[in-house]
């Protein structure tokens, strides 16, 4: 049995990891999550510069180390892309140290998960305000990833988006993407995805990369797991 612990933001879609953890049951998988202190419920900035503070998440890692976890994944793309590239590598590092387990967060998750899809082009349809969805473009730059369009959708607290259901999602994953883009990808871990994954990339014909699929799927990686299930994408679906 493989243990990978997240670190939650809050309270907004975190249903999304026991509905994967059912889908991953053959794989002796378990996903057990603490949740974190945000603070102050905004895309901005100045708050999500706070909400990934070291104390923050350093205050969750004993219950994820208590509930065995081999890995710990920060489930957070803005207050981890905020920090910009370098500042996200240290913010890892530091949470690895905390933990004394190998780290990672949803921005790096994202990352790579286009490198494995072999991707070199996406659109990005975020949930977030203009000026942060334009941080996570800079960060895929950053990473390699040509970036050929970004939206935002201008939603400011975590909790509102926690709130739309398969319509909104698919409505997003419509008005972001760009038929030049190889994958998709909506990066907000508030969002629930999970149960619309199929859904999505037949919306728009391509691979979709979801905030809470790509933490489960970094969370694998970090524990040399590579597990199929159709379910979850294509990301998950490769031999």
């Known amino acids: 049995m493989t243990a990978i612990g997240f670190l939650y933001p809050g309270h907004s879609a975190e ?10 049951a053959g794989a002796d998988v378990r996903l057990p999550l603490a949740h974190t ?4 419920d905004a895309h901005r900035v100045e708050a999500l510069l706070e909400m990934g503070a070291e104390t923050r998440l350093a205050a969750g890692v ?56 072999g991707a070199s082009r996406v659109a990005v349809a975020a949930t977030y305000p203009p000026d942060v969805a334009e941080l996570f473009r800079d960060f895929l730059k950053a990473s390699g990833a040509e970036v050929v369009s970004t939206r ?8 509102e988006v926690g709130t739309w259901g398969r319509e909104e999602v698919l409505a997003l994953a419509r008005a972001g993407d760009h038929p030049d883009a190889e994958a998709l990808l909506l990066p907000d871990t508030a969002l629930h995805t999970a149960a619309h ?33 159709k379910e979850l994408g294509a990301l998950f679906d490769r031999p």
């Open 37 to 40: 202190d945000i603070g102050t």
């Open 15 to 24: 249903d999304d990891y026991p509905r994967m953890e059912a889908l991953l």
């Open 62 to 117: 004993e219950e994820l180390r208590l509930a065995g976890a081999e890995a710990i994944v920060w489930a957070c793309t803005s207050a981890s892309f905020v920090y910009g590239w370098e500042g996200a590598h240290d913010q890892v590092r530091r949470l690895a140290r905390n933990a004394g387990l190998p780290a990672s967060s949803t921005s790096f998750a994202f990352a790579r998960a286009v490198r494995a899809l």
């Open 197 to 229: 994954l199929p859904d999505l990339e037949r919306e728009v014909g391509k691979p979709v990369l979801t905030a809470n699929q790509v933490t489960v799927w970094e969370g694998l990686r970090l524990t040399d797991r590579r597990v199929r299930a």
């Open 152 to 159: 935002g959708s201008g939603i400011v607290t975590a909790a």
